[in-house]
């Protein structure tokens, strides 16, 4: 399984619809469950870097770019993936 998190900035179309986000947060888990790609956990940071982090799981890295793209080409956000490793992940890369 591939493990991640996505960072997610707001566009300034974004901004401009602020008070629908959580509407839009939620309506992204059921797009990313169509893809194969489970949301574990979905947090807002304002005031951080980002606007929100998604926490990921997929089969591979491609239903995580789909999704991305997908949600990406409505104009709200950008997103960034970053992948994640476990404690015993990392033991067998180092």
Same mark, same amino acid.
């Given at each position: 399984?591939?493990?991640?998190?996505?960072? /997610?900035?707001?566009?300034?179309?974004?901004?401009?619809?602020?008070? $629908?986000?959580?509407?839009?947060? &939620? *309506?992204?888990?059921? %797009?990313?469950?169509?893809?194969?790609?489970? /949301?574990?956990?979905?947090?807002?940071?304002?005031?951080?870097?980002? $606007?929100?982090?998604?926490?990921? &799981? *997929?089969?591979?890295? %491609?239903?995580?770019?789909?999704?991305?793209?997908?949600?990406?080409?409505?104009?709200?956000?950008?997103?960034?993936?970053?992948?994640?490793?476990?404690? &015993?992940?990392?033991?067998?890369?180092?």
């Amino acid at each position: 399984m591939v493990k991640g998190v996505i960072l /997610v900035a707001w566009t300034d179309q974004g901004r401009r619809a602020i008070e $629908d986000s959580p509407n839009r947060a &939620e *309506a992204s888990k059921g %797009e990313a469950a169509k893809l194969g790609v489970q /949301v574990k956990d979905l947090f807002y940071t304002p005031g951080g870097p980002h $606007d929100a982090a998604i926490v990921i &799981e *997929a089969e591979g890295p %491609e239903p995580i770019h789909k999704f991305m793209a997908n949600i990406q080409s409505l104009g709200h956000v950008k997103m960034k993936f970053v992948r994640a490793f476990s404690i &015993e992940e990392m033991r067998k890369m180092v």
